[in-house]
């Protein structure tokens, strides 16, 4: 069998040494590249009908060839290509400063020109080194977060329109794509990111912008209090000398913290969240914590152990349902979304709660936060305003870190998407990308004739 058409072979020229076709070559299913790609051996190269055969395959896979999606996030950027099912790369937020020689993140900038600069280089590798694509050839469907700055939206546009001289951009709200996933048009979606944890109800498919909950209680305030657990009362094994984590602090770099949180640490029950939270926040007599699980050891470049305490696996997540003085925590984001709204909104959106994000990803994260729902709705602040008592949770179909890229791939796919996008003609006539919450943006006024 001879098969001198792939996917491969026209993206890159047909050059010679892609004539032969390897499944891990292939964005193509086997069954798909049988329907489309095989044909005998009779034929010489000569005389194949590549024409045809590069029309039916654009008719068959044209939304791969049409469609760029990105996700972008303050910690990571999910990357792939539209229809399909997850992500080609995830890079992480930071890039490489050519001048300084420091890594810096790519939300930490002081002028929108260094903002500019850094998002050339940033897509820049994108595009070359891990999608290995030509950005003129494709289309762009960006999800945002509802707290994206707008400086950072419009640079990102210019990035795109006038460096790179994309065909079309669309850039659509993460919790709206999110729904995609899940067939419905009505939910309250509950973010966990890295840097805060948003909720968002949306009601038919149109966000309630008035009733949108934040709170800056997220992965990284989950990486802080792991860090400031190990430098108090960690310990390090260097050899076969033991020394306190405070003296080699190298070791606590964001990455080993990250790993430790994925690794090691969970959400413990309320019970015993109870008993925790009494003494961390009301001062009770230490002896009254619950008794720790297994301490665990953590391996470390150059044969080093670090040793993570059965209590630094329990207590670091519990930061972020420890309320504060305005009794916020990230389960009261939900009912504080579902109060703001109307009164014939909220027994539906309490039946439709949806929780993506890495962070939500944590071990016993999801039914903890399901506990505490059903008890705060029995204090007296919630009890008397709101009647349901009952919450129920849709399960999206991917990993919860990547729902929003599934659904921007699942819209990215969509004949309509021309439709929604902003193409580089109308940039440069405007100068100004539509925002999709201003009503002033969605309204087509009549011209006068």
């Not at 891990?130 to 707008?150: F, G, I, T, W, Y």
């Not at 001289?165 to 009505?186: A, D, I």
């Not at 038919?204 to 009733?211: H, N, Q």
């Not at 009503?439 to 004739?449: D, G, H, I, L, R």
């Amino acid at each position: 069998m001879c098969i001198p058409v792939s996917s491969v072979a026209c993206k890159r020229g047909f050059s010679l040494q892609n004539r032969i076709k390897v499944k891990s070559r292939t964005s193509l299913n086997l069954e798909n590249l049988q329907n489309l790609m095989k044909i005998s051996t009779e034929p010489d190269l000569d005389s194949f009908p590549y024409n045809r055969a590069i029309k039916h395959w654009r008719t068959q896979k044209k939304r791969r060839l049409a469609r760029l999606y990105q996700h972008t996030d303050s910690k990571d950027n999910k990357c792939g290509i539209a229809g399909e099912m997850c992500p080609r790369c995830i890079v992480p937020s930071h890039l490489k400063n050519e001048k300084t020689g420091k890594v810096q993140k790519l939300w930490d900038f002081k002028t929108e020109t260094e903002l500019y600069e850094n998002l050339k280089d940033f897509l820049f590798n994108l595009y070359f080194r891990h999608l290995l694509m030509n950005p003129k050839d494709r289309r762009m469907v960006v999800c945002e977060s509802l707290l994206c700055p707008a400086a950072f939206r419009e640079t990102l546009a210019r990035v795109l329109f006038k460096h790179f001289e994309v065909g079309s951009v669309m850039f659509s709200p993460g919790h709206l794509t999110t729904l995609l996933t899940l067939g419905t048009y009505t939910a309250l979606v509950m973010d966990v990111g890295y840097t805060e944890t948003l909720v968002v109800p949306v009601y038919e498919g149109i966000p309630v912008l008035k009733a949108v909950q934040a709170l800056p209680l997220a992965g990284q305030a989950v990486h802080r209090r792991i860090r400031e657990m190990l430098v108090a009362d960690g310990k390090v094994k260097c050899g076969q000398q033991e020394m306190p984590v405070s003296l080699k602090l190298e070791f606590l770099t964001d990455e080993v913290i990250e790993d430790i949180k994925v690794r090691c640490c969970f959400t413990t029950k309320l019970e015993r969240a109870e008993k925790i939270h009494a003494v961390n926040i009301k001062g009770e007599d230490p002896s009254n914590y619950p008794f720790p699980p297994p301490d665990v050891e953590y391996p470390l470049d150059g044969g080093s152990l670090l040793y993570v305490g059965g209590k630094v696996r329990e207590h670091a997540c519990e930061v972020m349902f420890e309320q504060d003085n305005e009794l916020q925590s990230v389960a009261t984001l939900i009912l504080d979304a579902i109060l703001q709204c109307p009164i014939d909104m909220r027994v539906i959106l309490s039946e439709n709660i949806v929780i993506t994000g890495g962070t939500s990803m944590l071990p016993g994260f999801l039914h903890r936060v399901q506990v505490e729902l059903q008890k705060l709705v029995r204090e007296p602040r919630y009890t008397n305003v709101l009647a349901m008592k009952k919450f129920k949770f849709h399960v999206t179909p991917c990993k919860a870190n990547y729902a929003a890229w599934l659904g921007g791939s699942m819209f990215g796919s969509l004949e309509t998407l021309p439709g929604k996008s902003v193409t580089r003609d109308q940039y440069v006539e405007t100068g100004a990308i539509p925002d999709w919450c201003s009503m002033a943006s969605n309204t087509n006024s009549e011209k006068p004739v």
